[in-house]
């Protein structure tokens, strides 16, 4: 039978164990793996041949692999190579699935806030408690309060279902059928919870007024542009403190500032900006009520095992014709 050429590239060298993995799945995978740093070394001729493709980066030039049919991403979203997953002829697949980790982060901004952390640091540096200690820490508790999450697929579920053991209330924003359709993918053990109530995307301002924490977990389409702006800043409970971990552009960033500087909204935890590295001139970085993350969620010392258990599940599934997990849908942009 034919041979299957795989180009694998990732920010870090694969270890031999993951690759013997892939390799398990049929004796037809003729498996190359490269780092990007190698990747702008080798020649036109690596592209030749290759039908399958792993990458954190790299894509082909255009026509320079005229053989390829598939291109595996090594994340959740495909926004980084802009129209590009929307235009070429080849099928996208995403790790989406596996980002479950990313809830521990939320999680993490929230108790920051709600125990004001931030102001137990701070307390520290002077060696000393202070006089109206119980007024000052009286903590924003968790239990009883509202987090509104915004895009409930696998990490937003992650996300409400540890909020549910906090006992916190879970409201969600998506489309009606994230609750009957089973994810592609995810990992074994992650969230299930389903939300108290189930908001219609177009109805995000409902769960913006009664929400204590907004955590935004959608992909970025030309739909989620600037979701979050003045108009939808200005419903949001001055206590209620805004969580991203989607992507910066979700975010009209003015605005956001704006609403934090006058104390619109009690704070903000943000991982993800429009332009990153996030400028050193960013008020992101002075504003007393803002913990400023540098792009940190999505790490975690078993990330790629976990993509390349996903990828060769994938693999096994190409070579049998049968669907792939988490395809690319263009219409949707995600």
Known sequence: MDQVKVLIFTRDAVNEKLLAMLRQVSPRLAIEAHTVKEAEKLGADVWQDVEVLFTTDPLPPEGGAPNLRW????????????????????????TSGIHVHVAELVMTLMLAFARKLRLLLENQ??????????????????????????????????????????????????????????????????????????????????????????????????????????????????????????????????????????????????????????PPTSPFWRLPNVIACPHVAGLSPHYVARAMTLFAENLRRYLAGEPLLNMVQKDRGY
């Open 71 to 94: 291109i595996q991403g090594y994340y959740a979203g495909v926004d980084r190579w802009g129209q590009l997953p929307f235009t070429l002829p080849y099928i996208f697949t995403t």
């Open 125 to 278: 540096q002077k060696a000393a408690w202070p006089p109206d200690r119980f007024a000052t820490f009286e903590p924003y508790e968790l239990r009883d309060s509202t987090v509104g999450i915004i895009g409930y697929g696998v990490i937003g579920r992650q996300v409400g279902t540890i909020c549910r053991a906090f006992g916190m209330r879970v409201v969600a924003a998506d489309r009606p059928e994230v609750l009957t359709v089973e994810p592609p993918w995810r990992l074994p053990g992650s969230g299930t919870a389903v939300p108290d109530h189930l908001y219609d995307p177009s109805d995000v301002k409902s769960l913006l007024k009664e929400s204590d924490y907004v955590v935004l977990c959608i992909p970025y389409t030309p739909q989620t542009h600037g979701l979050i702006n003045a108009d939808t800043l200005a419903v949001m409970k001055p206590t209620a403190v805004l969580i991203n971990v989607a992507r910066g552009n979700v975010v009209d960033e003015p605005a956001l500032i704006e609403a934090l500087k006058a104390g619109k909204i009690r704070g903000a935890g943000l991982d993800v900006y429009s332009e990153e590295p996030l």
